[in-house]
């Protein structure tokens, strides 16, 4: 069982940034790719950010430009820097351990084993 636990949601204007924090286990960021999800409120959950092996990213085509990943293995830390942010980007974001890194699996849910508990982030216009 891989914990990982979410921090730093909340709420900001159109326009603003936020930076998401996940702490997991060690080791956990050499042994599986890590993600970040969505679930906007009466949505199906959506696939925004991956990374393998601390520098490979995958992002989803409404993020692309706005939005950062990156994890720090030493700090057991993934993060998700949020710039630019827009209403339609409220929504609850899960932190997510998955496949095999060398795998490249991208961002698709179905792949992901293990998730946090989730933080809200909400933009208002």
């Known amino acids: 069982q891989v914990y990982l636990v979410e921090s730093g949601g909340g709420s900001v204007q159109a326009g603003g940034s936020v930076r998401l924090s996940c702490a997991y286990p060690?080791?956990?960021?050499?042994?599986?790719?890590m993600g970040w999800f969505r679930q906007p409120a009466g949505k199906e959950r959506e696939g925004v950010a991956s990374?393998?092996?601390?520098?490979?990213?995958t992002y989803t085509d409404s993020v692309k430009g706005r939005f950062t990943i990156s994890q720090d293995n030493a700090k057991n830390t993934l993060y998700l820097q949020m710039n630019n942010l827009e209403p339609e980007d409220t929504a609850m974001y899960y932190c997510?351990?998955?496949?095999?890194?060398?795998?490249?699996?991208?961002?698709?849910?179905?792949?992901?084993?293990?998730w946090g508990q989730g933080t809200q982030v909400t933009v208002s216009s």
């Open positions: 990374i393998e092996e601390e520098s490979h990213t």
């Open positions: 997510a351990a998955g496949p095999d890194p060398r795998l490249r699996a991208g961002i698709d849910a179905t792949d992901f084993t293990y």
């Open positions: 060690g080791d956990t960021g050499s042994a599986y790719s």
